[in-house]
């Protein structure tokens, strides 16, 4: 893509824009038709890789610089982008903030208009779907309004557009916004720097070994450098831009995929450029740091405090196709909050599902989870033999809702309970141990075998047991209603205060149902 002689004319850098939103208000559609309608045919075509960004030309009448560059930032969801922020990088130029006309302002827009404040970027107010019905773009902007987003015809400073993402309406128009907001920042191409910038997605690759694809932010990357991201050093084997197409150099704002790395570098790691595998050494050895191989995970080892020691655990390996995806998969799973029960995993790891796998869950007794992998055959033959679960979703949504059952089946069950009837002791025989005889009569409602019993004296409760077993005229009976005698076999429940059971004591008789929790 970079074209030496012109080189020294390009100044401005390309802008690099996140696309921000509720779900569903049309993220997605919105970056695949930028994509469609102005990345050439033939380029697209080779696309068969997920890079996490793409670059697209405009032709403006600028005579200077006929040609101008977007880069549009297209990560799943916006976690991974979440990722990358949590480190301190800064990825983004530009944000837009997509909001779907027919549902205005919804959470996770709130959200995505605090990362934008956060991040101190500046802001392009898309109003999607406005070829449905129902769709209301003022609505939208005074709803923005009250979250302090004031659009243009609102008398505030945020260019807002309408657009169908679906119908292709209005999107020249938005790209041309995001080219006048570009402008104003003025984004200076440093080509002189040493080159550096953040990786925006990492995965393993059963032919090509580990890939990273990285955003250049300053200098140029070349093929044969040794490139540091964290701790891990690798020497560039090749590389490839967002399209598939082998380069040798990629510059500031570029995407681009790297291969020769001898581990997957994490999502949102700043990397350093070197020509020598001694000044890369030298960069790792000072990115050490004490924080555990994925630092988005909060509680790789919760810390066991009073209410931690209590939780009832679930213990996960976690695969996943590539770290962006582990993480979308990690920061769903913390949406699951409770105080009984929670999740532990024991290994994160991206790649298809490996005996090795399988052999950390037999381990901790845990069980496997696999976002958008497979499992191994051999992995699998352990799994059964050995019952484990292994479970394997495309979808975040099932894989968190499945966690959520799962947990849900930790969580004790809720005991209803209620009152069946009263006892009056009329005569005691037996004691030992374990168990008490007495006798008695129903004065209300009926009592049952099985049912739970504290006995009274005086109005105080000196006893709490169930009915071992029940008799009316010296045959077992499985209940005996109001009025009747009833012989009983009183068990003390383990634990409980348990006195000796006198005539003249009242039984109170429950009757105790379990009932499922979920989360
Ligand atoms: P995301 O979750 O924000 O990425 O949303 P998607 O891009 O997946 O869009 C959600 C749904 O809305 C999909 O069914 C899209 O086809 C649809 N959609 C997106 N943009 C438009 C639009 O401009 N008009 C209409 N009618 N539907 C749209």
Redesign the pocket.
Known sequence: MAENTKEKTIKARPPVVVVL??????????LDTIRKTKVAEKESGGITQHVGAYQIDIATSDKRQAIKRITFLDTPGHEAFSAIRSRGAKIADIAIL?VAADESVKPQTKEAIKIVEAEKIPLIVAI?????EGANSQKVKQDLAAENILVEDWGGKVPSIE?????NRNIPELLEMILLVAELEELKEDTDSPASGVIIESRLDKRRGYLASVLVQKGIVKLGDWIVAGTVIGKIKSMEDFAGALITEARPSQPVLITGWPSAPNVGKIFAVTDSKEKASRIAEDNVDLTPLFLFIKEPMPEISESTAKKRILNLVLKADFSGSLEAVDSALNTIKSEEVGYNVVRYDIGNITEADVKSAIHSNGQIVGFRVNTEESAQKIADKESVKISSFDVIYDLVEYIRKELGGLLEPEIERTQLGRLKVLATFKKDARSQIIGGKVMSGKITRGGIVEVFRNGTKIALGKIGQLQQNKADSSEVKEGQEAGIRFDPLPNQPSQEIKEGDILEVYEEKKIERTL
């Open positions: 939103g509720h779900v569903d208000h049309g993220k997605t559609k919105l997509v999607n779907k406005i070829d449905k657009i169908s993402a679906k119908d």
